[in-house]
């Protein structure tokens, strides 16, 4: 009883009084649904845009941050740990099917007031944000789909494991840091409930069915994903919103390897300027790969 109390308070005095993460980002916590909710905010400009960023599969938010951070200056930013990942609590019964996660991103965004948002996503989080986008329509802007997995390719679960073991390879080392706690965390239990879901999931049609501006940015080195032709083979044969970017080098934690590409990108993007390399710098080549007819047209500077 001693302990509940000591959590309870520790969780009201997170809420009083807001830390400032090392991401520059504050960190704050709120309850939805009578579950606490662990989330990061930018404090300003609080008028701007929403761009709320969605994790991946058994992490938290806290990966997203060097992306998040770089375009906090221009949008009014939101970086949730989902019920029943990271430091927010585990709802009763635990909510690990896409459908439920994207409904308690709605119900989060209901408790910040929020009303419309464009949505960043890696990994898993895609999934969530064409399902979003599926039940609350009228309260997505754009969607950015950072590399989208949870389809055909990374099944059965020995071949996604294969893949993620691949791809910790190509990471940066400090990810592992980053990532093992939440993984940790997340146990395996909810991995096998959540990977099941995933693979059940119409991630593709979902996909294909978006009636708003979307962005699909791939890694030329992701294991957990098909080529860029085939991918391309696949956007081309219905006519859709989407863009799909291919960022030269990077592996599947973009948002965490490849900051300034990515949020470069996605600035592009939510203007709808031309894709092209981050000026002057000697990174990771960018080029556009495919554009659905649908898909606004770039407009020259």
């Known amino acids: 009883m001693v302990k509940n109390a000591e959590k309870a308070s520790y969780r009201h005095r997170a809420r009083m009084h807001p830390s400032r993460s090392e991401s520059g980002l504050a960190e704050r916590w ?61 709802p009763r019964p635990v909510a690990l099917d896409v459908p439920d996660l994207a409904h308690a991103a709605a119900r989060f965004l ?13 990994s898993m989080g895609c999934p969530v ?63 096998l409930k959540m990977f099941r879901a995933l693979t059940q999931y119409p991630s593709l049609q979902r996909l294909l069915e978006l ?8 890694g030329t080195r992701d294991p957990l994903l098909p080529g860029p032709d085939r991918i391309k083979e696949i956007a081309g044969q219905d006519e859709n919103h989407v863009l799909i970017v291919v960022l030269d080098s990077a592996a599947h934690a ?32 960018i080029f556009e790969l495919h554009r659905g007819a649908h898909h606004p047209e770039a407009r020259e500077e």
Request: net charge negative.
């Open 30 to 90: 709120t309850m939805v649904d009578g579950v606490d909710v662990f989330y990061r905010e930018s404090t300003n400009p609080p008028d701007a845009r929403v761009l709320t960023h969605l994790h991946g599969f058994g992490l938290s938010g806290r990966y997203l941050l060097p992306t998040a951070e770089l375009l906090a200056d221009e949008f009014h930013t939101l970086v949730p740990d989902l019920p029943g990942f990271g430091r927010s609590g585990k």
């Open 211 to 218: 009636k708003v501006p979307t962005l699909v940015v791939l």
């Open 129 to 191: 944000i064409v399902e979003f986008a599926h039940q609350y329509p009228e309260r997505i802007e754009r969607a950015v789909l950072v590399s989208p997995a949870g389809g055909l390719h990374n099944q059965p679960l020995r071949r996604a494991i294969g893949q993620l073991a691949k791809d910790g390879g190509r990471e940066p080392m400090k990810m592992i840091s980053v990532a093992t706690p939440d993984y940790l965390r997340f146990g395996v239990p909810s991995t």
């Open 254 to 285: 973009i948002n965490y390897s490849h900051p300034e590409e990515l949020a470069h990108i996605i600035r592009l993007f939510m203007d709808d300027r031309p894709i092209i390399d981050v000026p002057g710098s000697p990174g990771a080549r």
């Open 110 to 122: 209901d408790d910040r007031g929020v009303d419309k948002t464009s949505l960043v996503g890696n």
